[in-house]
């Protein structure tokens, strides 16, 4: 009688790393159900029982993905004395995670975005509220940076926090085309020569 179910070896956070390394390179509507059970080992019935659908294993490799660059980027932000400082870690940050030799170039989150006119996409929203995190994080910084008079207060800095995520999103979309660490840092040290144009009108 043949044994259903997932095999006895089975990895799930391997799995799940696996996983995100494919929505990563594929995005999500380029990935199969085919593709993953191929890349994981496993059959569709073990796919289901460890993670449930393709939408909630997706969720489950944006949060681990998440995750993983958390940690470096509010360090960034928090543990720099200066605002202009940890702008500069922020982008060099996503930097070095968008361009690292052995992983998929880019970003999940920018480039896995689901297409589709659907506004009501749940996975959409998802993705847009991560992208957004990251401009609130950004902001918290610059709104900290004002009141220590670090920058002006007539500085609009919700649109600064704006520019910021742009730039890195505009990153990955460069990293994705085949752009060198070097290219990205080039990017990034460009975007911060608008934090010291601030800094003079001291």
Same mark, same amino acid.
């Given at each position: 009688?043949?044994?259903?179910?997932?095999p006895?070896?089975?990895?799930?956070?391997?799995?799940?790393?696996?996983?995100?390394?494919? $929505?990563?390179?594929?995005?999500?509507?380029?990935?199969?159900?085919?593709?993953?059970? !191929? /890349?994981?080992?496993? %059959?569709?019935?073990? =796919?289901?029982?460890? $993670?449930? %659908?393709?939408?909630?294993? $997706?969720?489950?490799?944006?949060a681990?993905?998440?995750?993983? =660059?958390?940690?470096?980027?509010?360090?960034?932000?928090?543990?720099?004395?200066?605002?202009? /400082?940890?702008? /500069?870690?922020?982008?060099?940050?996503?930097?070095?995670? $968008?361009s690292?030799?052995?992983?998929p170039?880019?970003?999940?989150?920018?480039?896995?975005?689901?297409?589709?006119?659907? %506004?009501?996409?749940?996975?959409?929203?998802?993705?847009?509220?991560?992208?957004?995190?990251?401009?609130?994080?950004?902001?918290?910084?610059?709104?900290?940076?004002?009141?220590?008079?670090?920058?002006?207060?007539?500085? %609009?800095?919700?649109?600064?926090?704006?520019?910021?995520?742009?730039?890195?999103?505009?990153?990955?979309?460069?990293?994705?085309?085949?752009?060198?660490?070097?290219?990205l840092?080039?990017?990034?040290?460009?975007?911060? !020569?608008?934090?010291?144009?601030?800094?003079?009108?001291?």
């Amino acid at each position: 009688m043949a044994i259903r179910g997932r095999p006895r070896s089975f990895d799930r956070k391997a799995a799940l790393e696996r996983a995100m390394e494919l $929505f990563w390179e594929r995005g999500y509507r380029g990935t199969s159900l085919t593709d993953i059970t !191929t /890349a994981l080992g496993i %059959n569709r019935p073990s =796919l289901y029982a460890a $993670f449930g %659908n393709k939408e909630a294993l $997706f969720r489950e490799a944006v949060a681990l993905y998440s995750d993983n =660059l958390r940690g470096p980027v509010e360090s960034a932000l928090r543990g720099e004395l200066t605002a202009r /400082a940890a702008i /500069a870690k922020t982008l060099y940050t996503y930097a070095e995670a $968008f361009s690292r030799p052995g992983t998929p170039l880019g970003c999940l989150v920018v480039l896995s975005a689901t297409d589709g006119p659907d %506004n009501d996409d749940p996975l959409r929203e998802l993705l847009t509220e991560l992208r957004g995190s990251l401009q609130a994080g950004i902001l918290l910084r610059l709104q900290f940076a004002v009141r220590e008079k670090e920058i002006p207060d007539t500085v %609009n800095i919700a649109a600064l926090a704006d520019y910021f995520g742009t730039v890195v999103y505009g990153m990955a979309i460069q990293a994705r085309d085949g752009a060198p660490y070097d290219a990205l840092i080039a990017t990034a040290d460009l975007a911060i !020569t608008v934090m010291e144009t601030i800094e003079t009108r001291q």
